[in-house]
């Protein structure tokens, strides 16, 4: 396989909400290209980028796949010689699997964001341009699905143009709609490119049908316009000659995309092939090369800390990875995606992993198209590439020359929001669980997986129902661990709304030495969020220092526990104030357990209560819908933050209780005809209302005659 240079490489986020068509996209790139023997299609699993059982099977994209194609972009300049290799990431669409895109779009220089010509932008759409303004990413948009009942390129523009601005300019029109959509108008070379549907996506050039000419004339003079708006030298340019030559008017556009100041749109239907070509060229034109968006910043320290740096994306720059994806792979062991954020990487190198102190032994370096690995001998700088079998290295991670130490920040990925209660079917199940768990963990940083220690359940955490439906599936078909499901828990915690100064004391007599700890503290809540504040007031050496940790831990271990129904106990400070010890009988365990028995005690004082997940709700929906919508959303003790027209749609934006969102999924589709789209992620924890907070702490606290008194506190009484 050929190597590239930076100038060479093109890293292209295929991105948009589910069903707008990115993985069949891609696929008809790649045949395009020459890169595959035939078009694949979703709809009988043939593409490469969706490639897992699951997604198959489902199909929709789950995780991100990625593939490269080699094109010759027509009339290609010299920023561009010879063949340039572009790189596509095939993200999910899905709000479930999104912090896939998120996580994965690092490691991109530019966008493609898809939409459906006939619903016009959507949840996700909004979702992944943020993503892509988050890295400062350039971008375009493609209204795909043109040969579709109903697509309308005039209607999806206006969708698109209310959301994110009159700088999403068209550069093509198409040229027919549904059945017999057939090309499009290229609108700064001002020629037709007329396609054979199913071919090989490369096009004949012809002059622009008559019926379309003058609106080819207008939309191209709005594009010269908006091109020259932004550069003083093609506006003096514009107003001397009244429109620009196409060669300035190119370079006009590529400027204006690296700037973000234009966001183009174009045309296509992936399904039928048309239009391929031209959006090849697109992106070897218009989209710049890793080094043309400028230098990449770092950190001295991990975590977002210490001072920042900045390093050109350039092979003379000392060498430095990023590790933006982990497969874990029940044959190849764990492969780790990265990009090459400088420097040049050798097969056969040893690198440094600044995260992990390590050093890593990059031996069959590979690029991949979708599951098949190619091997390689080198990447150069803005390449991305895959190793199997490192030995520490996971997701996140910064690699590179041990003389040029430096740390590239992951993704921020929110919380889960939802957990479920997992039951391994045989003893052989729960045996194997840990291994096969550990590994799915290390590709998904969405997941959360732990065991309760009251219930001793284990307890798996994703980011809506189907994530974790899709995680149990692969669990049983990679690693043969079967496991059932159990309905969802919401993460419920408790905190307290009042003050409270209480005493703990330990003291047990034995034969020999005993155990004595005596503690007294304060507590006092802190605002949401706040978690856990420890305090050490103690002065006169009434507990020694030596032991002061052990009432913080006690403490600690008895909030986790919880008081009212067994969630954890947060936003709270306890003080330790005072305390007695014993020179012979005192010890840690002694004072562990009076801190436990202190924040017991204090905790009846405090007015208990228990919190509930609020989530932040974005619906999507045909303006039809809205008033139904509103209407369910505030039976689920739901609160309207606001909802906007978008062209034909509506969105709604609300905060719910996370336990009244559980099912509505299914409500939604079934109240909207399958038409509507929701995205949900944590937005804060808020008080249950009392006679639904006695409600859960019945369910959950173990006896019943403790039930009536807790649930008394939590409300006050």
């Known amino acids: 396989m050929k190597t590239y240079n930076t100038e060479q490489i093109r890293n292209v986020g295929i991105v948009g909400h589910g069903d707008t068509g990115k993985t069949q996209l891609v696929s008809s790139l790649l045949f395009t290209a020459g890169m595959t023997p035939r078009l694949g299609k979703v709809a009988d699993g043939s593409t490469v980028t969706d490639w897992d059982e699951e997604e198959i099977a489902r199909k929709i994209s789950i995780q991100t796949g990625v593939a490269y194609a080699e094109w010759q972009a027509a009339g290609a300049s010299g920023s561009a010689p010879d063949k340039t290799k572009i790189n596509f990431l095939d993200t999910p669409g899905y709000s479930t699997f999104i912090n896939d895109t998120k996580a994965s779009l690092i490691a991109a220089d530019a966008a493609f964001i898809l939409v459906d010509a006939s619903a016009g932008c959507q949840v996700v759409t909004e979702k992944v341009w943020d993503f892509a303004t988050e890295y400062e990413l350039p971008r375009a948009f493609i209204i795909n699905w043109m040969d579709r009942e109903l697509a309308s390129f005039d209607r999806a523009l206006e969708s698109i143009q209310q959301v994110f601005g009159r700088g ?283 065991r309760d220690p009251q219930t001793k359940e284990f307890l798996l955490a994703g980011a809506g129902q189907q994530h974790v439906e899709v995680v149990v599936a692969k669990l049983r078909k990679r690693y043969h661990v079967e496991l059932t499901l159990k309905p969802p828990k919401v993460p419920y915690r408790e905190t307290i709304r009042g003050k409270a100064d209480a005493e703990g004391k330990h003291k047990k007599q034995t034969g020999g030495h005993g155990q004595f700890g005596l503690c007294r503290i304060k507590m006092e809540p802190l605002p949401r969020g706040a978690g856990f504040e420890f305090v050490d007031d103690i002065f006169g050496g009434a507990i020694p220092k030596n032991w002061i940790p052990s009432v913080e831990k006690g403490i600690v271990d008895a909030a986790e526990r919880g008081y009212l129904a067994g969630f954890p106990v947060v936003d709270f400070r306890a003080s330790l104030y005072d305390g007695k010890y014993h020179d012979v009988d005192s010890s840690d365990i002694a004072f562990k357990i009076a801190g436990a028995l202190a924040f017991k005690e204090a905790m009846k004082q405090a007015k208990p209560a228990l919190l509930e997940p609020i989530m932040k709700v974005e619906v999507y929906a045909p303006d039809q819908y809205s008033g139904d919508i509103m209407g369910n959303i505030s039976s689920r003790r739901g609160r309207i933050s606001g909802s906007e027209a978008r062209g034909h749609n509506v969105v709604v934006r609300a905060q719910v209780p996370l336990a009244e969102m559980l099912s509505y999924a299914n409500d939604l589709t079934s109240m909207t005809q399958g038409r509507a789209g929701y995205s949900m992620e944590f937005s804060h924890y808020d008080f249950v209302p009392a006679e639904l907070a006695e409600k859960v702490i019945a369910a959950h606290k173990p006896h019943a005659a403790e039930e009536e008194e807790s649930a008394s506190a939590a409300n006050g009484h």
């Open 168 to 450: 999403a300019v068209p550069v093509q029109l198409p040229i027919g709609a549904e059945k017999n959509f057939k090309g499009v108008v290229d609108l700064v070379a001002m020629k037709a490119l007329i396609y054979t549907p199913d071919a090989d996506g490369k096009a004949k050039i012809e002059e622009i049908p008559a019926d379309l000419a003058d609106a080819a004339k207008a939309a191209h003079e709005a594009l010269v316009e908006m091109v020259a708006e932004g550069d003083d030298e093609l506006m003096q340019e514009f107003f001397d000659k009244g429109t620009l030559p196409v060669e300035d008017l190119k370079k006009g556009l590529h400027a204006a995309v690296l700037e973000k100041r234009i966001f183009p749109v174009l045309a296509s239907s992936a399904l039928h092939n048309i239009g391929s070509d031209a959006i090849l060229n697109f992106i070897v034109d218009e989209f710049p090369s890793p080094a043309a968006r400028g230098k990449a910043a770092a950190y001295k320290e991990p975590q977002r800390k210490g001072e920042t740096i900045e390093r050109a994306v350039d092979d003379k720059e000392p060498l430095s990875l990023f590790v933006f994806k982990t497969l874990a792979d029940p044959f190849a062991g764990r492969i780790s995606y990265f990009k090459v954020m400088s420097g040049v990487l050798k097969n056969d190198a040893n690198v440094s992993n600044f995260n992990r102190n390590g050093v890593e032994r990059f031996q069959h370096l590979e690029i991949r198209q979708g599951k098949t690995a190619a091997a390689i001998p080198e990447l150069h700088a803005g390449d991305i590439g895959t190793i199997a079998k490192l030995k520490d290295t996971t997701t996140g991670d910064t690699l590179g020359d041990k003389a040029a130490t430096s740390f590239y920040p992951p993704a921020r990925i929110p919380e889960p929001s939802i957990t479920f209660a997992i039951e391994p079917k045989t003893r052989a199940d729960e045996d194997r669980i840990g291994v096969a768990i550990h590994r799915i963990l290390e590709e998904d940083p969405a997941l959360r997986f732990s």
